[in-house]
């Protein structure tokens, strides 16, 4: 009887996925559910990238394009790095992919092999695809704990100490999925001065959400001495400009950019040329659309943050970007008699019908640092609200029960 491969057994999953299929489950059966699981701007693409999209169509633009990515946004891509980081790039180093999130697992193809016992240091809590690109391509995952005490980024020495002779590898995230957090300059640059004493050591900055910054500032590990040629780029269009179904995202770096091509001519063979056209508008457009959707998101950070501290057994730290709210829930469970966050993540949606993510769909839990659950707050203020509320009512009547 033929067999599936350990490599697809390995292979993880992005759970905000599963947990959204079981809420559209849930609906369809009549079920009010309030989602905060999936992030994803809850905006319309701006109506100029739409109508760049259209023209792209009536002018016959439906072909393949070179693997690499249409010049046009390659070009545009290079500007764009320019204007929000300070760095000149080549757009010949420029490689467009169908979202950024193909580029993980081709870092890790280009810069480990598969089952010589090659390390990548990864930021945990994070985005899953991290650890599951990780195990299937044969490396080995070290995770870097993120802690609360730190506003949710790692200590330096942590990662001096965690880097080998093995390493190849560290993936950076700022802003953060799924904690907000953004990782302030000071301990970027102590990050790039650890990294100037291990050569052999690449970075794959994740910077999706760095258009979305709300206290502090984004700053990119690229723009520190020596760190440009070692650090590959990731960036995209889903979240600044509400395009994650448009698939178009990006990297840059010198070296690996001509693997990254081949690459997607072996598994993509190219971005969608409508996409494409459209990340130009998106990039060389007027960004009065981006500006009002990072406002709106700036105004409801608050918003939730302010409720959430108000619901019992539940404390939050402001998040600096992204629209993630990543609460502390250890008192709430212990409140309502859940043994953990998952638990009280699978109450929520049942009893409550509030939908979240737990701490380990992010992760295994970073010990000594309690339960958390993940908020998307790409919703409207009526849903943060009533969502928060429902929240807040279900832990007070189960407390209660509990106590009795």
Same mark, same amino acid.
């Given at each position: ?43 319309? &693409? ?283 829930? &250890? ?74």
């Amino acid at each position: 009887m033929p067999v599936v491969s350990q490599r697809a057994r390995s292979l993880g999953t992005e759970n905000a996925f599963v947990v959204l299929a079981e809420v559209n489950q849930l609906i369809r059966s009549g079920r009010d559910v309030i989602s905060f699981c999936i992030g994803q701007p809850d905006f319309p &693409t701006p109506d100029n990238i739409q109508n760049a999209a259209v023209a792209a169509i009536r002018g016959g633009k439906h072909g393949y394009t070179p693997s690499a990515g249409i010049n046009e946004l390659r070009e545009a891509v290079a500007r764009d790095i320019l204007r929000t980081r300070g760095l000149t790039v080549d757009p010949a180093d420029v490689v467009v992919a169908a979202g950024a999130k193909p580029f993980i697992g081709y870092t890790v193809l280009s810069v480990t092999d598969y089952g010589a016992g090659d390390e990548v240091i990864y930021p945990n809590p994070g985005f899953p695809i991290y650890e599951s690109q990780i195990l299937a391509n044969g490396a080995v995952p070290v995770p870097i704990h993120l802690r609360e005490s730190r506003g949710f980024t790692f200590d330096p020495q942590e990662l001096a100490d965690k880097i080998t002779p093995r390493t190849k590898l560290l993936i950076l995230n700022s802003p953060q999925n799924p904690t907000g957090a953004i990782i302030p300059r000071d301990q970027m640059a102590a990050i790039a001065e650890i990294l100037a004493k291990h050569e052999q050591v690449w970075v794959f900055a994740d910077e999706i959400y760095g258009r979305l910054v709300y206290e502090g500032e984004f700053v990119s590990i690229a723009t520190f001495p020596g760190m440009l040629e070692r650090t590959i780029i990731a960036d995209g269009c889903s979240k600044t400009w509400a395009m994650t179904g448009w698939r178009l995202g990006f990297a840059a770096n010198k070296k690996l950019a001509p693997y990254f091509t081949t690459w997607i001519t072996n598994t993509e063979s190219c971005a969608s040329q409508i996409s494409q056209w459209a990340a130009v508008e998106a990039l060389d457009g007027p960004q009065d659309d981006a500006k009002r959707m990072r406002d709106i998101f700036a105004q409801r950070r608050e918003l939730i943050v302010r409720l959430l501290n108000d619901v019992p057994g539940v404390t939050c730290q402001s998040p600096g970007g992204a629209f993630y709210a990543w609460p502390n829930v &250890t008192g709430a469970c212990e409140l309502i008699g859940a043994k953990d966050s998952e638990e009280l993540r699978a109450r929520l949606l049942h009893e409550a019908g509030v939908a979240v993510l737990a701490d380990i769909h992010f992760g295994p839990r970073v010990p000594g640092e309690g339960q958390h659950i993940r908020f998307s707050y790409a919703a409207s203020n009526e849903a943060i609200e009533n969502g928060i509320a429902r929240m807040a009512d279900f832990i007070r009547k189960n407390t209660r029960r509990t106590a009795a």
